[in-house]
């Protein structure tokens, strides 16, 4: 049986895709922010030294919701200076994977805050944000460098600290968490990692 011809055009192109494919999954996401994380991690300072004075449940938890919203920002925007930097783009299959991991316990620490916030119950929030960051970190991390799912590992720690010590001190472990882990990774994801 003789088989059709195919031009060197099209042999090129599939060997192209293909290439491309593999290397997309073989690759990890890079684009974590070091110098976005130190930012990050002073606003989650300011956020707990904010919090620690405010006179309501509420009002603590609005300041750490502002301050997360910054954060948030903050991230995005250096990582995508990074990557931009880097010649990367943040729509690869691995950078969406990471955002997944990412997203569903985010998704949970959200629903989770705000029934807590609609039964006037702050004492575990502390906790819940740090453990469910922390898996974030830890699952998203899967397609990024091995210090993400490091950085995923210690917060749940804190996190889990933040449940065996009395709920007062959880403003002090968002603190440690959201703070000092945030910005002494963020130096060493910036040191050994770029950006």
Excluded at 19 to 40: D, L
Excluded at 53 to 81: H, K
Excluded at 144 to 153: E, K, N, Q
Aim: aromatic share 10%.
């Amino acid at each position: 049986m003789v088989t059709p011809l195919r031009s060197v055009g099209t042999h090129a192109a599939e060997n192209l895709q293909y290439i491309r494919q593999t290397m997309e999954r073989s690759s990890s996401f890079t684009a974590v922010p070091g110098v976005g994380g130190v930012v990050m991690g002073v606003i989650g300072l300011a956020a707990a030294g904010i919090g620690a004075r405010q006179p309501t449940g509420d009002r603590w938890l609005a300041i750490w919701l502002v301050a997360a919203a910054i954060a948030a920002v903050v991230g995005l925007v250096f990582m995508s200076l990074k990557a931009r930097a880097a010649g990367l783009t943040l729509m690869g299959t691995n950078t969406r994977r990471f955002a997944l991991g990412m997203a569903a316990p985010f998704v949970a620490g959200a629903a989770i805050t705000y029934e807590l916030w609609a039964v006037n119950n702050f004492t575990v929030m502390a906790p819940t944000w740090l453990l469910l960051y922390g898996a974030g970190l830890l699952t998203g991390g899967m397609f990024s460098v091995r210090v993400v799912r490091i950085i995923g590992v210690c917060f749940m720690a804190v996190g889990l600290a933040a449940v065996l010590t009395p709920h007062e001190w959880g403003n002090i472990w968002l603190a440690i968490g959201f703070g000092g882990c945030q910005i002494a990774f963020g130096i060493y994801i910036a040191r050994n990692h770029g950006g």
